[in-house]
Structure formats: structure tokens, C-alpha cells
């Protein structure tokens, strides 16, 4: 890891597509699927959607934000006058790393050695693409952007990245773990208002 990251830091990619080569090529631990799930969206774009890592539906079909979260992502975004080809969209880690549950393969969180050990490419990535802000969907993108861990409900709204000005809000997973379906409601629409928020500092 140490060595990969000395390597990151010699030797910036010269493109996105060399950046996701060295990505593709890369065989994560035993816990992930070896799939990686690269970022999707035009160098370019205003605005960057971080997540987490991808899901089961991600990794079937080698994708980012297709799986439930995401489709609840993409309804958000739509939402928010955010059109999702213009949007640049990726994760912290790009390997699915889950538990297998008969036929199930239960998503388990990525540590924060794993996230750090994912964080150069990350950073490389958003260095080519350039977006005006990045968004960090959840706790885990927000360790991976900024180094430290992050509390969302404190820190949610805008926050100073290491890369340049980001947006914190929850990921969307979260609002599909909430039980109460008023509570879902009233956190959707808060989520909403973030992107429209995210939306107007990123224009
Ligand atoms: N959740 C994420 O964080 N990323 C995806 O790509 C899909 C679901």
C-alpha cells in the first residue's frame, strides 16, 4: 500500500483512461469482488458524485449508482435539475466488498485503511476530471476526501475538501435503511434540497 501510494505521488496519470486501466488491472483482497467499478461521466463535468463502493447490481453489470441506492440517487438528482450525463459520478473504493450469504452477497463497509489505500486513485481521478465542487455521499467518501474521519450530521452542507470545495450530505443508502416512512419522506426531501444546493455552488 505504502509503495503503491509512493508510486501514485512520482507518477500522476496522464489521462483518465490510463488512470482506469491501472484500476481495472489492480486485484483487491480476497473480501471484494474482483470487478472493478470505474467512475462514470465526462472530464469536465461541474459537479462530482462520490459514493462509497459499489453494490451488488454495480459489480453484476460494471457500473456505478444502478443498484437500489442508486436508482434513489438518480430520482434525487432528477429532482434537483441535475441531469446524471453531465455529473461526474464515482466511489472512494472501487471494489465491492461484501460477505456471501447462501447466493446473497452482503455489502460490508470498507475499512479506513481501505479507503485511505483507494484514496490516491481517487484523488488522481478527480484531479483529470476537474469538477467546480464534489460531492461526498456519506461518511465514507467524506474520510476518503478529506483524510479524517467525518461526522455527517455535524459537518453536512458545504466543507473545504482536500482537493478544492465540497458538499457533504448522506448517502443514499441511508435513506433506504430508515423504517418509518414519514421519516423517509422528510429525509429525502432534505437530501433534495442538498443536491439543489450542491447544484447552485457548483454552477
Ligand atoms: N452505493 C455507492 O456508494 N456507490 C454505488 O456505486 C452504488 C451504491
Redesign the pocket.
Known sequence: TAALAAMHRREPPASLEALNRAIAAYVPPVAFAPRA?LGEGPVGAGIAFV?????DQ?EIQGR??V?P??QLLMRALNEAGIVREEAYLT?AVKHFKFEARGKRRIHVTPSAGEVRHYRWWLMDELDLVAPRLVVA?GATAALALTGRPVAITRSRGPLMLDRGPGFVTV?P?YLLRLPDEAARERAYAAFVGDLKAAQALAA
Open positions: 467499478v459514493g462509497e463502493q459499489p453494490g454495480e456505478p449508482f443498484g441506492a442508486g466511489n455521499l448517502h443508502s
